[in-house]
């Protein structure tokens, strides 16, 4: 996607939803010392996860960091944050300061190649509250982001996120859509995905 603004939020048509996206939420030089940041500052785990009845290894690194106290529960498993670090405060701090929330938690993902991939499903669960908003920053490598509407089959929506960019889900979003990063056969480098929320 080319823009002429590229750090101007594009806001996207969806039923049932809000989402928007900004391309180069953080510039590209920036982006790079940020990525590499990351993947020494943080306390990266590959944990199991329960998928009907089945127990398999995530196929992707991921990492909590939070306010105290405030655990976060998918797909069988509960994940306690670490506390937050100066470079992961900055980064939710930019996006605090773009969107006027306050954060509670980043759940952090490391696609390591195009192997690694996060199935369908929605951010819907119980600690995230009623309508969540969902901040995503996107590092490193391009990687496709799939949406599609729970009920409306022909309701679809993908995009590239690109390096340094934010997407953004609110509303109704998490209710009627799905999402997933798939995984791709080209020879994809590593991404690293920060997911920003607020838990009740």
């Given at each position: ?43 990266w785990q590959q ?51 773009f969107m006027k ?21 929605a951010d819907n ?76």
């Open positions: 996607m080319q823009t002429l603004f590229p750090e101007e939020e594009i806001i996207f048509d969806l039923i049932d939803a809000q989402v928007s996206y900004v391309p180069a939420f953080i510039g590209f030089e920036e982006a790079n010392e940020l990525f590499e940041k990351l993947l020494l500052q943080v306390n944990d199991d996860i329960v998928v009907f009845g089945k127990k398999y290894q995530q196929p992707r690194l991921t990492a909590l960091y939070g306010n105290d106290g405030k655990s976060y529960s998918y797909s069988s498993l509960t994940m306690f944050p670490n506390k937050w670090n100066s470079l992961l405060t900055y980064i939710k701090e930019k996006v605090e300061d929330v306050k954060f509670t938690t980043v759940l952090l993902n490391y696609y390591r190649d195009g192997n690694d991939s996060n199935g369908w499903h669960e119980k600690e995230l509250g009623k309508n969540p908003i969902i901040a995503s920053v996107s590092f490193g490598a391009k990687r496709v982001f799939q949406m599609k509407h729970n009920s409306i089959k022909e309701q679809k929506f993908k995009i590239e996120l690109e390096h340094g960019s934010l997407l953004i889900m609110k509303g109704t979003t998490q209710h009627f859509w799905k999402h997933q990063i798939p995984k791709s056969t080209k020879n994809v480098g590593p991404r690293i995905n920060l997911t920003f929320r607020i838990i009740n």
